[in-house]
Structure formats: structure tokens, C-alpha cells
């Protein structure tokens, strides 16, 4: 067993039925991989990790990692975390979602659990489509892809989840791909220590519901892709108008230090007692 | 109620609103998180969590995004550890329905309050109703048990919240709490007792080693042990249908261990849930079945009808789901005719009727006006009988 494979093994739940549910191909097992890289590389301890997933197959990570993990509703994993959190400021929350849970149904949640600053690290699996339920068009889906629902072509414009955040004000807000995983585990990382809340946009490849309706010929094609077009924020700004058309940048683009929602709240707190005393 | 002694307890009286004496009863139940969303008319309740919780010992009071939101927020804080709650009305209740049905799955205690206003729809947010008890029961979907409470007056008010906290955590399970605009806005003196007065019930924690700990084992109660996130126990919780580690599953024995046990629990302790109150009862010909504001008017209708020398009872529902059939049975002695007063189309009614018409003619007296059912209303009802 590599050292990798074997820091792995450690934060996995072996009383959990494996296989996992993941199509060979899959971004997600990456995700997970680097997720916990990123809590053994901080040291946290596994009793002070809450993972809170939505649902999809990004949601059922939760169900294969040895923390305190609760599988949510539908876009309303930010919810649950919130409560948690504030509950309990001691615990890293990190919320697992995927695109069309945090930003269809669950993006109210988003967006106000970004105004909050609220100290939770939200992971946003994006794979431009639902996969579980079978292929259908999310707010991710690129203009002119095809889904089941969008058989003649995506009209609509992709949510840019970067933007999103940053305007929503969150503390911290990067974006990286399944096929740059060390930069990716850095931002899982960066999110994860840094007050206040942390938006990771991740980009996640999936064959079986969006590769395949949409010429990549296997999930191998689709990491090419990543390669060659999830392109550093640094060599994107220097682009052209025409040469940035369909690349992605990737990288950070937020790094804010405001004090969380818990953090503020506890002062706030401690002002109260403060005057009730004197 | 739930008091410890029989004599006149320790504490203070209070000129309050239905809605000042829920947020005071939670207080005394313990409740530390509040998550919500402003909606009239129980937005009383938010504003005082919002000015207490966060003066008291680890009080956390969020305003949230919307009332899925809010529910969720609750969740999270009950799995935490917290006593958490939150208040509604009908359009928000709506809402919370997805998460109602979350909390009845993963066992999640929490209380809902919903003081009903006149629906569907935006309806009539300033004026009484009582449409929202069926959706109390049915509401999230899927087959399951839940407990639903009422309170008639601004006492049973301060009780029956402290009696949903209790029933919550005692029977992990979400409590839905039903009052209607009447109750939540008469103001009237009320006693509150000091919070030792009260037996106040906390979930169960588990006792053995992590490693022994399954989070949905089956036990004498038919209530596994509960621990706060982050306590050493580490488990999954899922709103899809699990095995005793929590972990998904699609195996009929499982799915069917944890449905029934899902009911059993609940269906074991009735005597416990059921909470009926009486008045006039012994004799009656005709008895009265109501609950919320409209058992106050029926109290009066009841004593009118008694001046009248028509012998009339009442029986006041404060739990209305799983619906107390067998205090209610027992209740109904000699009676010839029962009444059933509410403002709805008879929505308890049904429920009498399915549990009483063999041995006596039930009939429903509705009303949809916005308006409440008065005394007199009653009275002459009884005496129609
Ligand atoms: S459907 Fe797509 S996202 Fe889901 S497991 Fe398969 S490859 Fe991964």
C-alpha cells in the first residue's frame, strides 16, 4: 500500500458496506482523497470534522468518512451546517454538494450562508449535470450541451459559482479541478483553516451522465480536458477575450480574514454578559 | 401537568401573550437554539428568542433565509446537542414540511410551532383558523408517526411547550405544537412557575464505549441513546431509510425493522402522549370535542348549557395526534351526542367519527369565516342535540 493509499485507509469507514457508489471514471473519489489529505495534513482530529452533504452522488461521500457525517436534504446541506456550526463552533463543518444542489435548489442557502461569513467550508462537486437522477441539465450545464432535458442544447447561461460567492461575501472563494489535485487539496486546506466561509468550486468529471452526451469519447478525454483548459488565474488574466473562450480559470479568488458568523456572535455574546454583570 | 409537587408551586405571575408564554415555556424546557423566519402571527415568539437567547448560557438565536432554511438550521443544532425550535404559520408550515419529514427519519428532536391563520395560501394572515391540523399529521410525505399538541389558553400555552420539548427529547422525535391566532394573541395573567418546578426530560445519551455505539439499535424504548456531534461518537445520519449503523439500505428486513420501530415507538407510550382534559364529563348526554381557542368558547357553551339544565361536558384535546381514541372512549359514558367544534371543515370531526360513530352520533359544527366559534354558537348547538 502507497503512503497515500494508506492515510486513506485511516479515515475511511470500514464497518460501511464498500464498493462505493462512484462509476469508474468518476471525479468524486478524488475529491474525497483530497479532503482527507487536507484534515490529516491540518491534524485535525476525526471527532472535531462534521461533514454535511446534500444529496447526489457528490452526497454520498459523507457516508464513507470517519468523522461525524450527516447525509441532509436536497440543496439544504448549508442549513444543517449552519446549525451545527453555531451550535458548536468547535467542530470544521465542510459541506460536500454538488452543482445543482448548491446552486438550483439549495442557491438561497448559498448565498445567504456566504453573507454570513458564517466559518464553513463548502465543497461545490461541479459536473455540470445531475448525475444520479440520470443526466439532466443543472445551472452549470455550459451553453449548447446536451442533457436529458436539454436534448436540442442548453439555452441557458452557466451559473459562475465564483462569481457568486465573492459577491455574496464570502471570506474565501477558489476553484479547482479533480486533475490538478495538490492545487486542489491546498484550497480544500486553505478553506478548511481560515475564518469565516470558504466556497470551493470543484471541478468534477462525469462520464456516464455528461461526457457521454457530449463527445468525450471516455472519462480519460475528459481529464484531458481539465488538463488543457483549466487554466491557472494567473496565465487566464493574461488571455485574450478569444483565447479565454471555453477555459476556465482556476485558482483563488478571494482570500478575505473577516471573523466568521460564530466568531462575531460569541462577542457579541461576551458584550451581553458583560453589561448584565456590571 | 408536569409539575414535581402538588403544592402551590414556587414562581411569578405574567400578563402575556400566547405567543410571550411559548418562548417563556421553551426557556424553561431549556431550548438554547432558536432558528426562524418572521411570519404573523407568530412572530412574537422569534423577537423574544432574538432578545433572550442571546443574553443566556450558550444561547444561539439565527434568523434564517426562509423557513426551510430555519427547520434545517434546527436540525443541525439537534444534532448538536442543542434543544432547538422554531415558530410558523401556515405558508412557512408548508415549507418546513420536507424537513419535518428529515426529523421523523433520522430521530432528530425538535419543536415546531404553528399558530394558525386562516389558508390556504396566503389566506388571512391576521385571523384564526384551524386548517393546518391535518397537515400537522400528513403534511411531509411518506408514512410516519408524529406527535401533534394543542393548547386552548395562554397557561396551557407556557405547559404545552414545555410538554413538546419533553415529549421531543424523550421520544426523539420532532413535536408540533398547534396553536391558532386566538391563543397566540389573547394577552391574559398567567402563572409561571420557576423552571425546577417543572420535570424537564433530556434525551437519552449512550452509555457504552464508541465503538460498541449503533445509532439506530433497537432498544426497550424503541429510542436509541443520542449523542451531540462531536462527543467521540462518531455515526452517519441520513434522511434515506438505514440500518442500525445508519448507513443506507434497501433490504426489506432492515427497512422494515426500522419503520416499525419507528412507529412502536411512539405507539407503546400513548398513555403518555395522549393528554385529554375534561370538564363536566361524568353525566353528560352530550359532549363537546374541542381543541385550541375553540375549547374555550366551548367551556362556556358547556356551563350555559348546564344552567340550561342540559347536561353537557367537554372534553379538550391538548394532544391531537396519534389521536387520542381510547381517553376520548373512555370519556364518552352514557353520551348520546357528541359536538365538534373547529374552525375547518372538520378536520377532527373525521377522527371522531372514526373512533366514536359506532356508539354515538358525532356531528360537526364548522366554521370558515375568519371568525371565531363563540359560546353561544356552541350553546346552541348542545341544545340542538
Ligand atoms: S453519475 Fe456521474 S457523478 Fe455520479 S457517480 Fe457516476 S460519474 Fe460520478
Not at chain 1, 252 to 262: H, K, M, Q, T
Request: net charge neutral.
Amino acid at each position: 500500500m502507497s503512503h497515500v493509499t494508506e492515510i486513506i485507509h485511516q479515515y475511511l469507514r470500514h464497518n460501511k458496506k464498500f464498493p462505493h457508489v462512484f462509476c469508474p471514471g468518476c471525479g468524486h473519489g478524488i475529491v474525497l482523497g483530497s479532503l482527507i489529505r487536507s484534515v490529516h495534513e491540518l491534524g485535525l482530529p476525526k471527532d472535531d470534522v462534521a461533514v454535511v452533504a446534500g444529496i447526489g452522488c457528490s452526497g454520498r461521500i459523507a457516508a464513507y468518512v470517519d468523522f461525524n457525517t450527516i447525509h441532509s436534504t436536497h440543496g439544504r446541506a448549508l442549513t444543517f451546517a449552519t446549525g451545527v456550526k453555531m451550535s458548536n463552533p468547535k467542530l470544521h463543518v465542510i459541506c460536500i454538494m454538488g452543482d445543482g444542489d448548491a446552486t438550483a435548489i439549495g442557491g438561497n442557502h448559498l448565498i445567504h450562508a456566504a453573507r454570513r461569513n458564517v466559518s464553513i467550508t463548502a465543497l461545490v462537486l461541479n459536473n455540470n449535470i445531475y448525475g444520479m437522477t440520470g443526466g439532466q441539465c443543472s445551472p452549470t450545464t455550459p451553453e449548447g450541451a446536451s442533457a436529458m432535458t436539454t436534448p436540442y442544447g442548453q439555452l441557458e447561461k452557466a451559473f459562475d459559482m465564483v462569481e457568486l460567492g465573492r459577491a455574496a461575501g464570502a471570506n474565501y472563494v477558489a476553484r479547482g479541478s479533480v486533475f490538478q489535485a495538490n492545487m486542489l487539496e491546498r484550497f480544500i486546506r486553505t478553506a478548511i483553516e481560515r475564518p469565516g466561509f470558504g466556497l470551493v468550486e470543484i471541478l468534477s468529471p462525469c462520464y456516464t451522465q455528461f461526457g457521454r452526451k457530449n463527445h468525450f469519447k471516455t472519462p480519460v478525454d475528459m481529464y484531458r480536458w481539465l488538463k488543457e483548459n483549466a487554466v491557472p488565474r494567473e496565465s487566464w488574466e493574461k488571455m485574450t477575450e478569444e483565447k479565454r473562450r471555453g477555459r476556465i480559470p482556476v485558482g483563488e479568488f478571494a482570500i478575505n480574514d473577516a471573523p466568521g458568523l460564530e466568531q462575531r456572535y460569541a462577542e457579541m455574546a461576551a458584550r451581553l454578559k458583560e453589561e448584565a454583570e456590571r | 401537568m408536569s409539575r414535581t409537587s402538588a403544592k402551590r408551586p414556587k414562581g411569578r405571575e405574567m400578563f402575556a401573550l400566547g405567543n410571550e408564554a411559548v418562548a417563556e415555556g421553551a426557556l424553561i424546557a431549556g431550548c438554547t437554539f432558536y432558528g426562524g423566519y418572521p411570519i404573523t402571527p407568530s412572530s412574537e415568539i422569534m423577537e423574544i428568542m432574538a432578545r433572550e437567547l442571546p443574553r443566556r448560557e450558550s444561547g444561539v438565536f439565527l434568523q434564517m433565509e426562509d423557513e426551510i432554511a430555519s427547520l434545517g438550521a434546527v436540525i443541525g443544532a439537534s444534532l448538536a446537542g442543542r434543544k432547538a425550535m422554531t415558530a410558523t404559520s401556515g405558508p412557512g408550515f408548508s415549507l418546513m414540511q420536507e424537513h419535518i419529514g428529515y426529523a421523523c427519519m433520522a430521530e432528530t428532536p425538535l419543536v415546531v410551532v404553528d399558530v394558525m391563520r386562516g389558508g390556504p395560501s396566503t389566506g388571512l394572515p391576521t385571523s384564526p383558523a384551524q386548517g393546518d391540523v391535518q397537515q400537522a399529521r400528513w403534511g411531509t410525505h411518506g408514512d410516519h408517526p408524529i406527535i401533534v399538541l394543542s393548547a386552548s389558553n395562554v397557561q396551557e400555552c407556557l405547559e404545552m411547550t414545555v410538554t413538546s420539548f419533553n415529549m421531543a427529547e424523550k421520544y426523539r422525535t420532532p413535536v408540533i405544537l398547534l396553536l391558532d391566532e386566538i391563543t397566540a394573541h389573547t394577552r391574559e395573567k398567567i402563572f409561571v412557575p420557576e423552571p425546577d418546578e417543572f420535570a424537564i426530560f433530556n434525551r437519552t445519551v449512550p452509555a457504552m464505549p464508541p465503538e460498541w455505539y449503533k445509532p439506530f439499535e433497537e432498544t426497550v424504548r424503541g429510542v436509541p441513546p443520542m449523542p451531540p456531534l462531536g462527543s467521540g461518537y462518531r455515526f452517519h445520519t441520513t434522511g434515506l431509510t438505514h440500518d442500525v449503523n445508519g448507513f443506507p439500505t434497501q433490504r426489506p428486513d432492515e427497512i422494515e425493522d426500522l419503520m416499525l420501530r419507528l412507529f412502536r415507538k411512539i405507539d407503546q407510550f400513548y398513555p403518555d402522549i395522549q393528554l385529554v382534559d375534561d370538564h363536566q364529563c361524568e353525566d353528560a348526554e352530550i359532549i363537546v370535542v374541542a381543541y385550541g381557542s375553540v375549547a374555550r368558547s366551548a367551556r362556556l357553551g358547556v356551563d350555559m348549557a348546564r344552567e340550561s339544565g342540559v347536561k353537557a361536558g367537554l372534553v379538550s384535546l391538548r394532544t391531537l395526534f396519534p389521536f387520542p381514541r381510547n381517553p376520548l372512549i373512555q370519556r364518552l359514558g352514557a353520551a348520546r351526542a357528541v359536538i365538534v367544534p373547529e374552525m375547518n371543515m372538520g378536520q377532527i370531526s373525521r377522527e371522531v367519527k372514526r373512533v366514536a360513530s359506532n356508539r354515538v352520533q358525532v356531528r360537526a359544527l364548522n366554521r370558515i369565516d375568519g371568525d371565531i366559534i363563540t359560546p353561544t354558537q356552541i350553546y346552541k348547538a348542545i341544545s340542538q342535540a
